[in-house]
């Protein structure tokens, strides 16, 4: 019998910032559970180190090349229009508040999120023995039917906009659209700060009532938090998070009694990095046809979705992308704050383009992924060019990168993502990339990178899955797998 088991996923958490708490005292659950159990302080995220991208990569053990999640902000070649999941009120009401939360809430899961790939719910579900239940977390996608709740007049209005059902795990508990009993946990529809009490009172109901075997907890504040105060104000929602995980252990009897018959893993999605400056794109491709947010112009070529600390730019027309793919890339490789810039190059077998302008001009990288080298996490490739450019270091057929981690296979994983733009960008340390209602981050922090400061996040566990020595650099694709084996489900 396998023990029940907690995934906790706390935004933006950044190593640095959860080792202050817990020197300070402010994260007493958090270093009981360091204590108890493993700790990594290098899972390295997705790129574009974005939440919506992590968030499935965590949920399906896949990158974006499988789970077809690429962005906060992309461009829906089919449906010829851009999504916005919410990079700002502003970029929302861009697009349309109502069509930005439709595909937040319901086509993430539902269409965008490929069918090719399974969700940890799903794969629980399929067992027919496993209970799982989710809080609000952008991944919900399960094998179980929710119809919309109605019981407060703050539903009644969402139900009145979004009343369509929706599939997800066993008990799904979602802001307060969806909620499979009648707790006394309100989320006032999952407004910032006010979340994660709603997360942890229903995890702690959860608990109280036996109603769950594997649940995943979302504790998203500590990113906004961290959004607006800098990254090293993250103590203090570290602290709040570490209450609503203590909140959740209460009604089992405290921390060692909950493990008795609970395996517990917590991670961030990613780790956010201060922003010093921003970078106009809508400026830098004036001179290109740039879509509209709403409607389309004659002339239009190109759809530009800034990502915080990355950006996608798609060519509209897929004929003209030998014309316009070059024009793109000079474009974002002359602007300031603009640190990588990918594509993929004509090569038959397909291959990556990463430029760079540095200081004695344009540097350039290639690699596929097929050859001698091994990088850190044992995938295959060759690499020629500036490896300098990705802070690559060969030795012994070994590939390694500490500035981007895991550098290559997460590149790889963002170009051949089918619904990615043709030319992807990262941003240098200190810059992020304004949205389209105009906000940015600046004297705040921020993520979305290919560089460590925004892709390191923490792992910890306790009570299942091996040591933390026992791979060199763990990933949020290594989460998913350590659930299902707690539960002899195959990964
Ligand atoms: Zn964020």
Redesign the pocket.
């Known amino acids: 019998m396998s023990k029940k088991l907690v995934l906790a996923v706390i935004d933006?958490m950044k190593p640095a910032m959860l080792e202050r708490a817990v020197a300070t005292g402010r994260a007493p659950t958090l270093q009981a559970l360091m204590e108890r159990g493993e700790v990594v302080d290098s899972c390295v995220a997705a790129f574009p180190s974005v939440?919506p991208v992590c968030a499935a990569s965590i949920a399906t053990g896949t990158g974006p090349g499988e789970h077809d999640i690429p962005a906060m902000n992309w461009w829906h070649r089919e449906e010829e229009r851009y999504v916005e999941y919410g990079t700002s009120f502003g970029a929302s009401r861009a697009f349309g508040i109502r069509q930005s939360l439709t595909d937040t809430i319901y086509n993430m899961n539902l269409e965008h999120l490929s069918r090719d790939v399974e969700t940890v719910f799903e794969r629980l579900d399929d067992t027919g023995g496993v209970r799982t239940a989710g809080t609000t977390y952008l991944m919900y996608r399960g094998r179980h039917r929710h119809e919309p709740a109605v019981d407060t007049a703050l539903t009644r209005l969402a139900h009145a906009v979004f009343g369509l059902p929706t599939w997800g795990p066993k008990e799904l508990f979602y802001a307060d659209l969806f909620a499979s009993r009648r707790t006394p946990c309100r989320s006032q529809l999952g407004l910032p700060g006010v979340r994660d009490q709603h997360g942890g009172c229903v995890a702690e109901f959860l608990v109280q009532n036996d109603l769950f075997d594997f649940l995943l907890l979302s504790l998203p504040d500590n990113?906004t938090h961290s959004?607006k105060y800098g990254p090293f104000a993250q103590i203090d929602s570290l602290a709040a998070a570490d209450r609503q995980l203590a909140r959740m252990m209460e009604p089992a009897g405290g921390i060692d009694a909950f493990l008795e018959n609970h395996a517990i893993i917590i991670c961030s999605d990613h780790s956010q990095s201060k922003v010093e400056q921003e970078i106009d794109l809508f400026k830098a491709f004036d001179g290109f046809g740039v879509r509209a947010a709403q409607r389309p112009r004659p002339g239009d070529e190109i759809a530009v979705c800034p990502n915080s600390r990355a950006a996608q730019v798609y060519v509209l027309d897929r004929d003209q992308r030998r014309k316009v793919v070059p024009r793109i890339e000079r474009t974002l490789l002359a602007l300031d704050g603009v640190d990588l810039v990918m594509r993929m190059g004509d090569h038959p077998d397909g291959e990556a383009i990463v430029r760079g302008e540095r200081s004695r001009g344009v540097k350039e990288v290639r690699f596929a992924p097929r050859g001698d080298l091994t990088d850190a996490r044992g995938e295959h490739w060759s690499v020629e060019g500036d490896i300098d450019l990705l802070g690559l270091t060969i030795e012994d057929d070994r590939v390694r990168s500490a500035t981007y981690p895991d550098a290559l296979s997460r590149v790889w994983s963002a170009l051949r993502c089918r619904s990615s733009g043709e030319v992807l960008a990262s941003a240098r340390p200190g810059y992020e990339f304004r949205d389209w209602g105009g906000a940015h981050h600046v004297g705040g922090g921020s993520?979305g990178s290919l560089h460590a400061n925004d892709s390191f996040g923490s792992l910890l566990w306790a009570g299942t899955g091996p040591a933390a020595d026992s791979k060199e650099q763990w990933a949020l694709r290594d989460i998913t797998p350590m659930v299902l084996e707690n539960f002899g489900v195959s990964a």
Do not use: K
């Open positions: 933006a939440t990113d959004h993520h």
